[in-house]
């Protein structure tokens, strides 16, 4: 696991501390794991028809590709999530999207003007949903936090950082 301190697309002042970090919910891709695991056990099921069905065994390889179509997969749906990193400083958010290339999103929070919670029924009851960072200007970057868990905790931490006298807005936009 990435020591998040020493990585190299967070860049931390001396002062700056960590008040949260996560990715989005393992509940939004279950649907996809629940695909691979469908691929494994259905190939493995049509093998073993096609197999009972010729004369002699079927070749390892033949056997195999069930096994192999599940793990690419599960392999492609994992990486997918563990890919996007949300992070939360005193100071600053990001949001870090990739492993070969890299993508990472950062605003100061000062430019956070407000921000919104957003849950579907099903989202509730999951315990997982969307936050919303509105920031200053119209060509400035919104953030979105997708598909958090305990998106309050992330509402509230983000006002509660808003809300220090250093990121206060200064009334001159």
Known sequence: MERLESADWLTLSADERIEWTGRPSLFTIAPQLGLAVAVGVGGALVVGAVG????????AV????????ASVLLAVVLLRWYRVRY????????IKR??????????????????????????RLLGYGDVTAYT????????????VPTPARVDETLSRLLSRPENEPTGVL
């Open 136 to 147: 200053a200007g119209s060509d400035t970057l919104n953030i979105e936090f997708r598909a």
């Open 62 to 69: 033949i056997r195999l590709l069930p096994l192999l179509g």
């Open 87 to 94: 992070v939360i400083t005193t100071t600053q958010v990001y």
């Open 52 to 59: 009972a069905a010729v004369d002699g065994p079927l070749p």
């Open 98 to 123: 990739g492993f070969l290339s890299l993508d990472v999103d950062r605003i100061r929070i000062a430019r956070i003007q407000n921000t919104q919670l957003s849950q579907s029924l099903v989202e």
